[in-house]
């Protein structure tokens, strides 16, 4: 994505997101001269008039740290106003590099665990990074139940395969559903992935759930944040301005649909990734795209701004 150069209130930073064997990021401090001056940060620079994103992560990665980038893909973009500054962070998760890491201007440098990352550290453009960090590329939302052992069968099979984020997505009755997402939370937890239940909050605390997933209906009138932070929440969005509602509620990530036409959803207008990239542009949390999606669209997907890919059918089954 070439720089525009031709706005003089935005200031465009290249932002890398690089991880280590262990799946750790690097963070660095910023210098105290500096605008947000001792916060950490992830590392990167401005992009120069002209300079594409990846060139510009690249010099600013090797003029930093003294890395080689060999791959990088888009992760998330993000607008910012601080008052008296406004970015646009275009962020790139760094896939491939060598070299070892040094401050070659003196600053610290250190490798955290995603989940220790603490926004209160960073300036406050980089809230979105860090949640983005911490989610994968695939939002696994399941198939309702017919039979509940079969069901449970299809989780596990979803899981092994490395699945880490599901929705809870089935209807039966009360006593029924609780037992299965009983179950599903307890094979989710030790696998090392996360649960949201669509369905309540007072759910998700008698089930211990990682959070929830606010349906078009409930968003429609979500006035605040339905759960504490300590808790995942999600949204389904179909226009931009339940996208607006979303954010104004205070979730973590969002699913906008239909990217393509779907069986579920015949009369449905698909988006498609023009109007995806646009939404997923003015967003400031992390966007799946859904409806029709398999795993082959996951990389147009991240090329539009979106962290990745959500479904039934390419997922679950």
Request: proline share 7%.
């Amino acid at each position: 994505m070439p720089s525009t150069g031709a706005d003089p209130q935005r200031l465009f930073v290249a932002v890398g997101v690089i991880r280590d064997e262990r799946g750790r990021i690097l963070i660095s401090r910023r210098a105290a001269h500096r605008h947000q001056g001792n916060r950490w940060e992830f590392p990167g620079g401005k992009v120069e008039p002209g300079e594409s994103v990846e060139s510009a992560l690249a010099r600013e990665l090797d003029e930093e740290l003294g890395l080689t980038v060999q791959h990088s893909r888009a992760l998330i973009d993000i607008s910012h106003d601080y008052g008296d500054r406004q970015v646009a962070l275009r962020v790139r998760e760094v896939t491939h590099w060598s070299g070892r890491p040094l401050g070659r201007e003196s600053q610290p440098l250190r490798w955290v665990a995603p989940e220790a990352l603490d926004p209160a550290d960073f300036p406050a453009a980089n809230q979105p990074i860090i949640t983005a960090t911490r989610l994968p590329p695939h939002y696994v939302i399941s198939a309702d139940c017919g039979e509940p052992s079969s069901w449970l069968d299809t989780l596990d099979r979803v899981l092994a395969r490395g699945e880490r984020l599901i929705q809870f997505r089935v209807r039966l009755a009360d006593a029924a559903r609780r037992s299965l997402a009983h179950d599903a939370q307890a094979r989710c937890r030790r696998a090392g992935a996360l649960l949201l239940i669509n369905g309540t909050p007072d759910e998700v605390r008698r089930i211990g759930a990682d959070g929830m997933h606010l349906t078009a209906a409930q968003l429609a009138v979500c006035s605040s944040r339905p759960l504490p932070s300590a808790y995942w929440v999600a949204a389904s969005c179909h226009s931009r301005l339940e996208l607006q509602r979303a954010i104004a509620c205070g979730v973590d990530f969002v699913v906008l649909s239909p990217l393509k036409p779907t069986a579920s959803h015949p009369d449905a207008h698909p988006l498609g990734w023009p109007a995806f990239a646009e939404a997923a542009a003015a967003s400031r949390v992390p966007v799946y795209a859904l409806g029709g999606m398999q795993t082959v669209d996951e990389d147009p997907a991240r090329a539009n701004g979106g962290q990745g890919i959500a479904g039934i059918s390419g997922l679950w089954r």
